[in-house]
């Protein structure tokens, strides 16, 4: 880990790889994460707006981040925030899995600073990177004292977005993300001037689980036109402790997949039935193997929850030793607009 030493107020930038840090491994090869937080710092072209203090977490792609990797981000902002002098944290992330760790952050987060993560769709090593000016304004974001108490935030392309609901929304865009049920938060420019929306203030934070608390499996399930339920099944024989299903429209499945769901439920499996489609919530509308015969099937409805959202969420309460009921009951909360 590499610390930089600073006195006065400040920002802290955990550097954790992706594309903000990835160059091309040798002609022709693909990019790879390579460069450490103090290079990435020193490729803004805008001057920092506050004092940064760097500190290097991971050097990898975020697609190869595990929910462990994330639980380890989340223990390194608390490890800043113990720092009085720290007036918010900035992580550099790869945007794969943005909106899994930002969520995870977002849901154990108890501190009124900002936590704010930024990346990059260009390499450090493009013509045009957009690394550098991501990291400006998110710093800019990170120390102003306006965002104070609003949570965890991604910044992006100049706009800002609350954790909750936000993902990727596009593959190589530069404004990549979207947070379609809940919009932005506001926006910060070039030269760090913020605009924010009024905002709710966000939750009860969740604890952190300590090193400790095992790594329940997790998978995510995804429901198609002819699906049956021979991945459920090999979930379960893998030893899942939960299962996100990834249903269509409202959260729907079959008849089949709905018999297995009850067979896991029964075995003490907690299965969140979520949704392929973009925005909008899970509703148990239908029969026949739909939405309503998951929830009579002992499957928890996800509410606005995404897939790689809802399964942050039940990781974590796994991991907490939550019980089915209590899960049922978070993901009621969560699911729904502030
Ligand atoms: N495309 C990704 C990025 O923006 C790769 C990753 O998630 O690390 O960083």
């Not at 790594?215 to 899942?240: E, I, K, T, W, Y």
């Given at each position: 880990?590499?610390?930089?030493?600073?006195?006065?107020?400040?920002?802290?930038?955990?550097?954790?790889?992706?594309?903000?840090?990835?160059?091309?491994?040798?002609?022709?090869?693909g990019?790879?994460?390579?460069?450490?937080?103090?290079?990435?710092?020193?490729?803004?072209?805008?001057?920092?707006?506050?004092?940064?203090?760097?500190?290097?977490?991971?050097?990898?792609?975020?697609?190869?981040?595990?929910?462990?990797?994330?639980?380890?981000?989340?223990?390194?902002?608390?490890?800043?925030?113990?720092?009085?002098?720290?007036?918010?944290?900035?992580?550099?992330?790869?945007?794969?899995?943005?909106?899994?760790?930002?969520?995870?952050?977002d849901?154990?987060?108890?501190?009124p600073?900002?936590?704010?993560?930024?990346?990059?769709?260009?390499a450090?090593d493009?013509?045009?990177?957009?690394?550098?000016?991501?990291?400006s304004?998110?710093?800019?974001?990170?120390?102003?004292?306006e965002?104070?108490?609003r949570?965890?935030?991604?910044?992006?392309?100049?706009?800002?977005?609350?954790?909750?609901?936000?993902?990727?929304?596009?593959?190589?865009?530069?404004?990549?993300f979207?947070?379609?049920?809940?919009?932005?938060?506001?926006?910060?420019?070039?030269?760090?001037?913020?605009?924010?929306?009024?905002?709710?203030?966000?939750?009860?934070?969740?604890?952190?689980p300590?090193?400790?608390?095992?790594?329940?499996?997790?998978?995510?399930?995804?429901?198609?036109?002819?699906?049956?339920?021979?991945?459920?099944?090999?979930?379960l024989?893998?030893?899942?402790?939960?299962?996100?299903?990834?249903?269509?429209?409202?959260?729907n499945?079959?008849?089949?997949?709905?018999?297995?769901?009850?067979?896991?439920?029964?075995?003490?499996?907690?299965?969140?039935?979520?949704?392929?489609?973009?925005?909008?919530?899970?509703?148990?509308?239908?029969?026949?193997?739909?939405?309503a015969?998951?929830?009579?099937?002992?499957?928890?409805?996800?509410?606005l929850?995404?897939?790689?959202?809802?399964?942050?969420?039940?990781?974590?309460?796994?991991?907490?030793?939550?019980?089915?009921?209590?899960?049922?009951?978070?993901?009621?909360?969560?699911?729904?607009?502030?």
């Amino acid at each position: 880990m590499t610390v930089t030493d600073l006195r006065g107020p400040h920002v802290v930038l955990l550097a954790t790889g992706g594309t903000i840090s990835s160059r091309a491994s040798q002609a022709g090869g693909g990019a790879v994460a390579s460069d450490t937080g103090d290079q990435v710092v020193a490729s803004m072209v805008t001057p920092a707006s506050h004092p940064v203090r760097v500190v290097d977490v991971f050097r990898k792609g975020s697609y190869l981040l595990t929910v462990d990797d994330m639980v380890v981000i989340c223990a390194r902002i608390k490890e800043a925030l113990a720092d009085p002098q720290v007036l918010g944290v900035v992580v550099s992330h790869g945007t794969d899995t943005m909106e899994e760790t930002a969520y995870l952050v977002d849901l154990t987060h108890d501190d009124p600073r900002p936590v704010v993560f930024t990346g990059a769709q260009q390499a450090a090593d493009a013509e045009s990177p957009d690394g550098p000016d991501n990291l400006s304004r998110a710093i800019a974001v990170a120390g102003s004292a306006e965002v104070r108490g609003r949570g965890v935030l991604v910044v992006f392309a100049g706009r800002i977005f609350r954790a909750a609901g936000v993902r990727k929304g596009h593959t190589t865009r530069l404004d990549a993300f979207a947070n379609p049920d809940f919009g932005t938060a506001g926006s910060v420019s070039g030269t760090g001037d913020i605009r924010l929306q009024e905002g709710p203030s966000g939750y009860e934070a969740l604890p952190l689980p300590d090193g400790g608390a095992g790594s329940p499996r997790v998978d995510l399930v995804a429901v198609h036109p002819g699906a049956d339920s021979a991945l459920l099944r090999a979930s379960l024989q893998a030893g899942a402790d939960g299962i996100v299903l990834q249903g269509t429209g409202t959260g729907n499945a079959n008849k089949e997949i709905c018999a297995a769901v009850a067979e896991a439920v029964a075995a003490g499996v907690v299965v969140v039935t979520s949704t392929r489609v973009e925005a909008g919530p899970v509703v148990p509308v239908y029969g026949d193997g739909g939405g309503a015969d998951l929830r009579a099937a002992g499957a928890i409805p996800s509410g606005l929850l995404r897939p790689s959202q809802s399964l942050i969420l039940l990781s974590l309460l796994l991991r907490l030793g939550a019980p089915g009921d209590r899960i049922a009951e978070v993901f009621a909360r969560h699911g729904k607009p502030l």
